[in-house]
């Protein structure tokens, strides 16, 4: 027979779980980042705690006290000539303002440049006394001056302040640390340095980026907006409405130019801005009613030209010119100084006189009366001679003077004139007219009457007609004032 095998029993071992539970891959790609970072800090640091002590060297101390004393020496030599700078840029009255804003870059950094050429002066003659390795502290610190210089001059065309300030300080730092040869360190540090949301990642390397770049667009894009307006504005064929919004639409393109392109500039996927913009141009409509009605309405007034700047318009008791057309508003400034700051819509809804529209010829109207005494034919035409007299009275479209009514006192007249400056004023003009009316007037013998009242004084207790008591007589026309 054959016999069975027998098999040991065999224990049935578990598997008992660790104390520790497996990281997910969230967490470990957060910690594989976190040890990288630390890594590349530690590296950086090293790197740095190794140049500092390479400058303890003999040779390297006494370029570290050369470029010292050459920082001092240039110092006091900038101070000295900043009075003299300063007295001759006074002189420069005739000079463009881009030109005294270059001149003054150059001023403010007369130090610095002045450091460069010591620098630049010493680090040629040691080379050629001594081994180039001597001086190459010297050289470093010349190159880092002289980016530092050309960097500053070059910010000057930027002309907001805190723009400026913003490339001009990337830029600092930037080029020291490429001639240091640290960017790629530090920039690898700063990649590191990032906040996850979904698949975006955003670092602070990023952040950095898009500021200095869009900065720089926004620079340049408001540069060529200028430069584009002055010229479009030196081209008389183009009406001035018409320049005002062609410069608009140039400056929008350019600056919505400059902002996208920062942004793809920087890795940003503009795809998804499509649904926002979407959602944002809804809530505009329905929360800034107002306001997108200004500017549908500002575009509406440069395409029609109904008003243009210099323009003399009357909106209610707002009477000036038209000194700037807005894209939320139409400033105005009156004769006493005043600058009023129309709403666009209030202009197309509202009923506006504007008396330079076609053409700038404005008539005006004056009122007077003279006495029933004074020949009528007479006063028409000294009054028709005396207008004409006056400067801004137009000759060629001649005064009239017509009698509109008899009154109580006088024989009333218009005398109606036409001028073709109204930005000179309207107030002025007629205070002029009827000044010139009063010398005509009075050389003339032609009296002006005005309304007069006799008084009379009766006795205590004197009874008119009808029983009442006497007091006040009535007004009578033409008669004296009798005690």
Known sequence: MEQEEIKPPQDTIEEVPSAEAPLVDGEEELAEEISTLSEQVVDLAQEGGNFLLSLTQTWRLYQVGIIIALAVVSWGLGRMLDPKLEDWLRGREGWSKRRLRFALQLRRRASMIIFVILTWITMTIMREVTWPSRSYLIGLACTI????????????????????????????????????????????????????????????LDVIRAVVITGALFAIARMFSRTSAEQIQKNEDISPSMQVLVVKFLQMVLYGAAFFIGLKAVGVDLTGLAVLSGAIGVGLGFGLQKVVSNLV???????????????????????????????RYVSVVTRDGREYLIPNED????????????NAFVRLDIFFGTAYANDPHLVRKIAIEAATSVDRVLSFRPPVCHIVGFGDSSVDYILRFWIDDPTGGLTN???????????????????????????????????????????????????????
Not at 160 to 186: H, M, P, Q
Not at 442 to 466: C, T, Y
């Open 145 to 204: 001056a002289l980016a530092w210089v050309a960097v500053g001059i070059a910010s000057f065309v930027v002309e907001n302040r805190a723009l400026r300030r913003l490339i001009k300080w990337g830029l600092w730092i930037y080029v020291t640390l490429f001639y240091l040869g640290a960017i790629d360190e530090v920039s690898g540090v700063l990649n590191n340095l990032a906040l996850s949301v979904g698949d975006m990642r955003l670092s602070l």
């Open 297 to 327: 309405s500002g575009v509406i007034i440069l395409l029609d030209k109904s008003i243009k700047p210099g323009d003399v318009i009357s909106l209610g008791e707002t009477f000036g010119w038209i000194q700037q057309l807005g894209a």
């Open 347 to 358: 202009l197309i809804t509202g009923q506006v006189v504007n008396w330079s529209h076609t």
């Open 429 to 483: 003009i007629r205070g002029n007219v009827y000044l010139a009316l009063w010398d005509a007037f009075k050389d003339n013998g032609i009296d002006i009457p005005f309304p007069q009242r006799e008084v009379r004084l009766l006795s205590d207790g004197a009874i008119g007609e009808g029983g009442t008591e006497v007091g006040e007589a009535g007004a009578t026309p033409g008669r004296s004032i009798a005690d």
